[in-house]
């Protein structure tokens, strides 16, 4: 494996996009990039177009706290989790109900579509995970996934592999069946569990974070584990991390409110963008790895740009 470092990306000042009342715990690009959805504690999902900054449009999802959303692979539907227990889905188009999703019996922390967008997986702060047919909404699977809290769940570019996170570990699934493949513990202790899972685009490499301030990578051949980045110290946890496109860097953010690029492969430390605010709680990459948005726990949206 080559170890050349990776050139870092140079993005321009961050564009403030303000509009939430509390913190925004959550952020995903629509898949052709001309829409940012952000979701807040003040239980609304709001629409941005990227390029300029401008609010398209807010829903009034729940009644209590959104915790996680993500855009179907079409663009055409739009998930969002909730601590009142639901899964919604909505048109994106028309901002209109199409389903509510009922089964989970606890907040409701992670949401992630299939990449032939047929199935919808959720994950509960009581360590379920729950599979919808999608566009009926109708209940799979139920899959008891962990002792705890789900936060992150990632299924691969093939769709043959689910992952999930809990205070247990990540674990990778087989979604047809509900059969455990792996059982990741490696890098963890009893007080770090993992905050995000992202796989690569061509699904040879999973990237994970974890509250104890690392970020992990694993190739998923063999599920070897590299642990290849450390936060910073005072608030080192990490609450997120995106991989470029290409799979050369990760944007890592946290408890330090600072975004820290790092090369993926070599684990060096290329560039840090200053979040200015509190701890960032969500990131997510335009598909062309071109901008980069980050949510905080001073209710804004920061958005930046390669120059």
Not at 178 to 191: A, D, P, V, W
């Amino acid at each position: 494996m080559s170890m050349a470092q990776t050139a870092p990306p140079k993005f321009g000042p961050a564009r403030l996009l303000k509009g939430h009342a509390r913190y925004v715990v959550a952020v995903a690009f629509s898949p052709d990039g001309k829409r940012l959805a952000s979701a807040s504690w003040d239980g609304t999902i709001k629409f941005w177009e990227p390029g300029t900054g401008e609010q398209l449009h807010s829903i009034a999802a729940h009644e209590q706290p959104v915790t996680a959303i993500a855009f179907s692979p079409d663009g055409r539907m739009l998930a969002s989790a909730s601590d009142d227990h639901k899964v919604k889905l909505w048109d994106v188009g028309t901002r209109k109900l199409l389903h509510t999703l009922i089964g989970h019996n606890s907040f409701v922390l992670a949401v992630a579509f299939s990449p032939d967008g047929r199935t919808l997986a959720s994950g509960s702060a009581f360590g379920t995970i729950r599979l919808w047919e999608i566009p009926s909404g109708r209940p799979l699977r139920r899959i008891d996934a962990h002792d705890f809290s789900i936060l992150p769940l990632a299924f691969s570019p093939d769709g043959r592999m689910l992952a999930s996170g809990g205070r247990d570990g990540i674990k990778i699934w087989n979604p047809a069946s509900g059969e455990m493949l792996q059982h990741l513990t490696k890098g963890m202790t009893s007080h770090d569990f993992p905050t995000r899972i992202q796989f690569s685009r061509d699904g040879l490499t999973m990237a994970s974070a974890n509250s104890g301030g690392f970020g992990n990578m694993w190739d998923v051949a063999t599920w070897k584990f590299d642990h290849v980045t450390k936060n910073g110290t005072g608030k080192p946890y990490i609450t997120c991390i995106v991989l470029s496109p290409d799979g050369t860097w990760t944007a890592q953010g946290g408890g330090t409110g600072i975004v820290r690029i790092w090369d993926s492969k070599t684990g060096k430390l290329l560039s840090t963008l200053d979040g200015q605010g509190l701890a960032i709680e969500s990131m997510a990459l335009s598909p062309d790895g071109q901008m980069l948005a980050a949510g905080g726990d001073d209710d804004i949206v920061r958005l930046w740009r390669i120059e």
